[in-house]
């Protein structure tokens, strides 16, 4: 994971430590779109963990100015989180820092609270598939819920809540099979899909309700007519992960913007259906 936590310790709005008070300044740093001007201004509101973090830029390529887009991402697992979910002793694994990842999840309620507006847009993007399905029962169940109540928060805002599943989880690390044969971080497509079927799962169902949109990555990172997940941009010998689990920042921008762009423009989250 050298090369993505050499990017992501770069970035200002990764949060990567700090006291409780220090999270709150950042988010509330991170999350303050310009509005300018006397007419209303749509804003982008981004958060989640590390993948995030690495695709954001993306993200921001794909809106090109349609809207004012602001981020903030935590490391290690840390994205939207229940208060069971870190306080479940099997999260510890993922060293998850449970002061940090506490603070930001507050921080980030408290701030679309206050600043979310009419037409705006909350985008959510992150790993789930790593602890999905260790999680006691209880975690798994307030984890969901948390994404629901955060949906609510959205549209009585009046605005909408885009859900960006994951990407596939590699056997390697891209660097690593750069070097011995891309074959070593390959899976099949199915196991791809396995491993992020309870996130599927769910964001599907708050999908289902009107100002709620998801948009799911792996039939764009990975190759579904040769059953294959790989650490290359499918059909093409370019690579596209930097690890066993994060996109390169820079492939991520250029290869999935045009995606993104897509998918903002023909659901009409910005007003473009």
């Not at 208060?83 to 510890?92: C, G, H, I, Q, V």
């Not at 690390?173 to 891309?182: L, P, V």
Request: net charge neutral; with cysteine; glycine share 8%.
């Amino acid at each position: 994971m050298g090369r993505t936590n050499n990017y992501l310790f770069t970035q200002p709005c990764v949060i990567t430590g700090g006291s409780n008070g220090q999270v709150h300044a950042a988010v509330r740093a991170c999350l303050d779109p310009p509005r300018a001007g006397s007419l209303p201004q749509r804003a982008i509101f981004m958060f989640g963990d590390s993948h995030l973090g690495v695709t954001a830029p993306a993200i921001q390529a794909a809106v090109n100015g349609a809207a004012s887009v602001t981020f903030v991402a935590g490391i290690s697992g840390c994205g939207l989180a229940s208060n069971e979910y870190l306080n479940d002793p099997k999260a510890s694994r993922f060293h998850l820092n449970k002061n940090l990842c506490s603070s930001m999840n507050e921080a980030i309620d408290s701030t679309l609270r206050a600043r979310l507006q009419k037409c705006d847009v909350v985008i959510v993007h992150q790993s789930w598939r790593k602890n999905a399905y260790d999680l006691q029962q209880g975690a798994r169940v307030s984890q969901a819920q948390r994404l629901r109540s955060l949906a609510d928060l959205v549209l009585r805002k009046g605005a909408s809540l885009v859900l960006i599943g994951d990407v596939a989880e590699l056997p390697k690390d891209g660097s690593f099979c750069a070097a011995t044969g891309w074959h070593n971080c390959e899976v099949t497509y199915a196991d791809a899909v396995e491993q992020n079927r309870i996130q599927d799962s769910l964001y599907r169902e708050v999908a289902s309700r009107t100002g709620v949109y998801y948009l799911p990555l792996l039939p764009l990172v990975c190759d579904a007519s040769r059953n294959i997940c790989g650490a290359q941009v499918p059909g093409t010998a370019t690579a596209l992960y930097s690890d066993y689990s994060h996109l390169d920042p820079t492939a991520a921008v250029s290869y999935l913007w045009p995606f993104l762009c897509s998918f903002l423009e023909d659901s009409g989250v910005l007003g473009q259906g």
